[in-house]
């Protein structure tokens, strides 16, 4: 298992406190509507002090819900607090988005965050950008978004976009639960899990019908990065995503239990500056099922890294109707790499240079080189 020690210290100090809270994050009694009228609607001018007062509104009351100027663009030029640049959500909050974007300027004073979920904080969003956050330093995490332990994040018809951040997620960063659907997370950036970073055991991430794409990790976890918890991507395209140096996982760094169902892990990449991991398409040491699912096209380069496809360390792999094709990686195995015995049902690892699977500790049964 790779040494993720530091990663979770830094983790543990987002997570501090906040189980006394977890209650708070269940359903409410009263839940407003996405759609339809809403005794609890305030209409939000395209104006940057008017959402900071309707959030802090909101905050006060529950079940509002924030209907934004359609095509707007919110611009934060400083923190409203901390490295936040917006209140942090603490009630049941509906953002109507209206194809608004909220942006920290490029002209903006310091490092902040676009939006934070508190413990207890449930916010939904539909038909927004989050874009531009930035945030410094450790332990930091989510430039985009964060959602810390006990939070809610539903994130509908949105883009997470150019987000940076120094250490942890760049796009958006989960220790409470966050569900992402028809959604895009690209052109992020973050030393590990660029697109999005997920902590904390009780984590968990649905991704559904959504594109991670575009986004650049300088360590490991180019578009997605599940270091504990429960996480799901279905119906979804982890593409074109890189992680320039470290351990690898271009497309996924993961040791959370994850699905993958019916989905792509094509043509992303991991430079390998370690003496040896890779895994271009995806690098796991957790439970990891693949089915209906294709993990195509993706290379690990430099030193000795192995695995373009798939690179496991540890880790419990089920394929089902998946397919392992046309990746490439310095030394073999090209195509999968692994220490364990996998469960393969109805599946393919072919053409992948320099082998499929010669070279590996252990060679999946059924794979052919």
Known sequence: MPNRAALTQQAACCLGGAALLLSLAGPHASAASASGPHSGDVRVPCDTAALISAIQTANSRNDSRLILTSQC????????????GLPAITKRIIVLGNGATIQRDPSASGPFRILDVASGGNLEVQKLTVKGGAITGQPEFGAGIRVQL???LKLEHSRVSQNAAERNGGGVAVFGTATINDSELVNNTATFGAGLVQFGSTARTTITKSS????VASFDGGGLEFGEGTAVVRDSHVDDNSATSGDGGGGIYSGANLQIIGSTVDRNSAGVTSTQPGGGGIFNYGPLFLGDTSVNNNTATGGAAQGGGVYNQGGSVT????????NSATVAPGGVWTDTQWVIRSSRISNNTPTNCQGSPVIPTGCVN
Request: charged share 15%.
């Open 73 to 84: 663009t919110y611009h934060l030029t400083t923190a409203y607090a901390g490295q936040d």
């Open 150 to 152: 006990g939070g809610r």
């Open 212 to 215: 991670v794409r575009f986004n």
């Open 319 to 326: 394929l089902s109707n998946a397919r392992i094709t046309g």
